[in-house]
């Protein structure tokens, strides 16, 4: 039987579990960024993307629909520390619950055509305006990931400066298939081409 050096050192199991989870972050960022990409591919979402150019709040929605087709963790789990009920399961204590992010964001009953990449559910007036708390891809509750702000910002400013600077599409005519574990992303190399932008064109509105 396998037995873990660790475990009488309670200190070097908090140790390792943080470098986990922060081997993870970057990952997380850059699944987001792959998929962002892939998703605004300027072949086809030409009409998204110079839509964001002059509206920027519609990046906002955009990134919502982007994590919510492709959360970079595909599930999660929780810790039962109290025996409870749900939809008429008995959920012991000291038992672990594991969620699905993939199939909760793409609930049918919850999101319209669950499939489709529709940032306009997010705006108001839209499907989901009021549904951001049904996104789980930083957890949810009182247990949520603690720098979900923060990332966000960096994801945010990332895009931003791709947007405001490249054109870019996809080297390959097919969308490409995903892989789930350890964090969501394209099943091969992601091939992309990209062409610096021109000097702003009038009309456009500067990102930040």
Not at 2 to 15: H, L, Q, V
Not at 60 to 76: A, K, M, Q, T, W
Not at 156 to 182: C, G, M, R
Request: hydrophobic share 40%.
């Amino acid at each position: 039987m396998f037995s873990c050096p660790f475990a009488s050192k309670p200190r070097d199991i908090e140790n390792n579990l943080l470098l986990f989870t922060c081997a993870l972050a970057p990952k997380a960022c850059a699944s987001m960024i792959a998929s962002f990409m892939v998703q605004l591919d300027e072949d086809v979402q030409e009409t998204v993307r110079n839509k964001v150019k002059l509206d920027p709040e519609f990046l906002d929605f955009v990134l919502l629909e982007v994590i919510r087709l492709y959360p970079p963790f595909v599930c999660g789990r929780r810790a039962v520390l109290q025996e409870f009920e749900l939809c008429g399961y008995r959920i012991p204590a000291d038992y672990a619950v594991m969620y699905f992010t993939y199939t909760a964001q793409r609930d049918p009953d919850v999101f319209p055509d669950p499939d489709k990449f529709i940032p306009e559910r997010w705006a108001v007036g839209g499907s989901n305006v009021n549904d951001r708390d049904r996104l789980f891809t930083f957890g949810g509750g009182s247990r949520k990931c603690v720098s979900q702000e923060f990332v966000w910002r960096i994801l945010k400013e990332i895009v931003i400066q791709l947007l405001d600077q490249f054109e870019w599409s996809l080297a390959t005519d097919d969308h490409p298939a995903y892989k789930w574990f350890p964090v969501a992303r394209p099943n091969s190399d992601l091939l992309v081409a990209f062409r610096k932008r021109p000097s702003q064109q009038e009309g456009d509105v500067k990102l930040n």
